[in-house]
């Protein structure tokens, strides 16, 4: 098939419009997989990702079609996905594709993560051709969301296409669409190579396998290459094409896509946005774009059992193999002991990381409240970066402290926008804009600490617009503020893992709300147990756990101790999540308490 019949897009979608049953129906219709073997779901293969419903790592399917015009196309479906902290992968998977299905659902309309992709492939001059999804629904108003379309991005939408991915309507439309509208890819066979990661993984038995578009030139079995960031070279084992299964072929050429092995040993070494070329001939410049994931989310990670640390750094070890955006380095704590620091582009990144930890490798960890990385002035102009509160400066030896800035847009039904703004508000947020691109949605713009943002925002955001805002941020920069450090005390032990910074004006009602939420959290003892929490030297506030009462401790140490203990062990395959500090268990909810403050 000549290059004038390659087709390359990406869908487009906002969590749970449809994304995945369309690329389902596709790749059905086109009979690049097998009804028999189809499991649900082809795209996202993940089993994390499918328990989450969203799409984590991106992959592609080549897919052949016979057009209406008799000739056969092929076309290359690249995922995306699906969440803010991953949008340097959308970008560089767009980034490789001719065009984009932007696929709305019918009964719900254009939301922030939607928009915001679109926007990247706008920058990118893609084709798109807008898909109303879920038309077989009741609710569907494909007019009002035509209408916002129209609006929100200035897209033509009078040739939209009415889809039922669930129902396979709208599938050969959409195919004939892709065939027609989308370009092809410019033919540059003769050129040095330029080929473009849009991912990769590690295979514990062949290595990195790098997905990539060829952009220029041609690369086959055997060819030396070269990655124009990483500066390593290596030999391809193996190259081939994802139909979605990997089929080895010798050689691809430019405008298609495909994968190849080369006995690399960690993603690190050809990261997302990397370009490929041959070491024998290399071309004179990457193609453009190229970032490094810098990690904007910090915390602690502690294995509830000491011993358990070398099996945290072996599976932190293997973790990076596979996620060069994960960063860790030891982090020693008074109060918890050995543990790693380690940073994440954002929540969904931690919390997913955290996840594989215990499932994956079996470990039970208590995870401290995330941070993010503040910029301190020290008194003889030494700037130094501080991504652990415990660690900040004394104010006696600093000049400034400065954070990271977002930029926030809230999309929202016009009902939600007080709630919101309020919410905005009480985080600090300056209020920048508001617009309405339908008389019943809003758009709220807003500049705000991300600090403010990874304790719980989203989860407020959601709950305040009874799920129907969605929202999208990117980072601004850093800017001075007034932020102290709140200590923490157990049982008049200091807790360095507990320790937060907080803007002064913030810092009392912080303080109080913490204490009292531990308070609630810290499981009983025999003994009163103080809990405090102070800026320097001073108490700001203080609360008691009293002690168990006499017949309940009885109860509970009644009986053979030891016999007890075992058949609590045994019990104890659910994991405990608990830090002993001092003679104080300390559950896990406690250091996410942050979080659930009113
Ligand atoms: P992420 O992978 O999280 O980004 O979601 P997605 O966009 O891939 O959505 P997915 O394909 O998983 O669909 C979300 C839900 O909508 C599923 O329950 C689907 O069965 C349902 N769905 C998808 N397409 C249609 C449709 O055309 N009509 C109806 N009624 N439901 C649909």
Request: glycine share 6%; net charge negative; aromatic share 8%.
């Amino acid at each position: 098939v000549p290059v004038s019949r390659f087709r390359n897009f990406s869908i487009i979608a906002h969590i749970d419009h449809g994304k995945s049953t369309l690329a389902d129906q596709l790749l059905r219709w086109t009979e690049t997989v097998k009804e028999r073997e189809m499991k649900e779901q082809f795209l996202d293969n993940m089993d994390l990702e499918r328990e989450r419903g969203i799409t984590i790592k991106l992959q592609a399917a080549r897919m052949s079609y016979t057009a209406k015009d008799g000739e056969e196309y092929v076309l290359n479906l690249i995922d995306t996905p699906g969440h803010v902290d991953f949008s340097y992968e959308v970008s560089r998977s767009l980034v490789a594709c001719e065009g984009a299905l932007l696929v709305v659902d019918a009964s719900q309309g254009v939301e922030a993560q939607t928009l915001a992709n679109i926007y990247l492939a706008l920058e990118q001059d893609l084709e798109i051709i807008p898909v109303l999804n879920k038309i077989d629904l009741p609710g569907a108003e494909p007019e009002r969301v035509l209408e916002e379309i129209e609006e929100a991005i200035g897209l033509d939408c009078s040739n939209a296409i009415m889809a039922s991915a669930k129902m396979g309507k709208g599938i050969n439309e959409i195919l004939e669409a892709i065939v027609h509208l989308i370009p092809p890819p410019s033919d540059t066979t003769e050129d040095p190579l330029r080929a473009l990661i849009f991912d990769s993984y590690y295979d514990p038995y062949r290595g990195v396998i790098v997905y990539f578009r060829v952009v220029d030139g041609k690369v086959k079995v055997g060819d030396r290459i070269r990655l124009m960031a990483s500066k390593k070279e290596y030999e391809i084992d193996e190259i081939g094409i994802l139909s979605p299964t990997k089929v080895p072929v010798e050689e691809l050429h430019a405008g298609e896509v495909g994968y190849i092995a080369a006995s690399i040993k960690a993603v690190e070494d050809a990261r997302v946005g990397d370009t490929i070329t041959l070491a024998s001939q290399p071309a004179t410049s990457p193609l453009p774009g190229y970032k490094e994931a810098k990690p904007m989310v910090f915390c602690g990670l502690f294995p509830t059992e000491t011993d358990d640390y070398a099996d945290l750094r072996d599976a932190l070890d293997k973790l990076k193999l596979n996620d060069s955006a994960l960063s860790y380095e030891p982090e020693t704590s008074s109060a918890m002991g050995f543990g790693f620091r380690c940073g994440f582009l954002g929540l969904l990144h931690m919390e997913i990381v955290q996840e594989r930890l215990e499932r994956e490798y079996d470990l039970d960890l208590v995870v401290t409240a995330p941070s993010v990385i503040y910029r301190v002035m020290l008194n003889d102009g030494e700037i130094i970066e501080v991504d652990n509160p415990s660690q900040l400066p004394s104010p006696q030896e600093r000049e400034v402290v400065e954070e990271p800035y977002i930029h926030l847009e809230v999309i929202t039904p016009e009902d939600y926008v007080g709630p919101l703004m309020e919410l905005c508000q009480g985080r600090r947020g300056e209020f920048k804009d508001m617009k309405y691109f339908t008389p019943t949605r809003t758009t709220l713009i807003y500049e705000l600490p991300l600090a403010e943002v990874v304790t719980d925002f989203f989860d407020q955001m959601k709950s305040r617009s009874r799920g129907y805002a969605s929202m999208e941020y990117h980072f601004l920069g850093y800017r001075p503020n007034e932020l102290v450090k709140l200590n923490i005390m157990v049982n008049n032990e200091p807790v360095d893992s507990l320790a937060m910074i907080v803007h002064r004006d913030k810092a009392y009602h912080v303080g109080k709300s913490l204490v009292e939420k531990l308070k609630e959290l810290i499981p009983r003892q025999q003994f009163k147990i103080p809990v405090q929490a102070g800026i320097g030297t001073r108490i700001i506030a203080s609360a008691h756990i009293p002690p168990l009462r006499k017949d309940v401790l009885a109860k509970c140490y009644g009986g053979d101790i030891s016999r007890k203990k075992k058949l609590l062990q045994k019990q104890a395959k659910g994991k405990k999540r608990m830090k002993a500090i001092g003679t104080v268990d300390v559950p896990q909810e406690a250091f996410m308490a942050v979080l659930k403050l009113e």
